[in-house]
Nanobody
Framework: QLRLVESGGGLVQPGGSLRLSCAAS????????MGWFRQAPGKEREGVSC????????NYRDSVKGRFTISRDNAKNTVYLQMNSLEPEDTAVYFC?????????????WGQGTQVTVSS
């Protein structure tokens, strides 16, 4: 069974850090481009960052540039999102997704999401 499972979310104070992980099972992650998306209450889902299948290409939405870093370990079938200097506006459910197309807004596979809450 093909699955993406996110972990690492939680409650953190403004200025804090979290590292999200996305583990794949049932398929080989290195064959896919990967992305992180988020959806805040009452808002549409938006792309946060994406990474090519080899890890050589990355992209970030403007609001997280310089604060978030996407990476992948194909040997571990896992993708990461390091989030630093977190702001209340980063509060959302974060989803990872796999796609045959780089930085696609319509990925082929989705995880179930992990909640990130930034609050004092």
């Amino acid at each position: 069974q093909l699955r993406l499972v996110e972990s690492g979310g939680g409650l953190v104070q403004p200025g804090g850090s979290l590292r999200l992980s996305c583990a794949a099972s049932g398929f080989t992650l290195r064959n896919y481009n990967m992305g992180w998306f988020r959806q805040a209450p009452g808002k549409e889902r938006e792309g946060v960052s994406c990474i090519g299948s080899s890890g050589s290409r990355t992209n970030y939405r403007d609001s997280v540039k310089g604060r978030f870093t996407i990476s992948r370990d194909n040997a571990k079938n896992t993708v990461y999102l390091q989030m630093n200097s977190l702001e209340p506006e980063d509060t959302a459910v974060y989803f990872c997704a796999a796609s045959s197309t780089y930085c696609s807004n319509s990925p082929d596979y989705w995880g179930q999401g992990t909640q990130v809450t930034v609050s004092s």
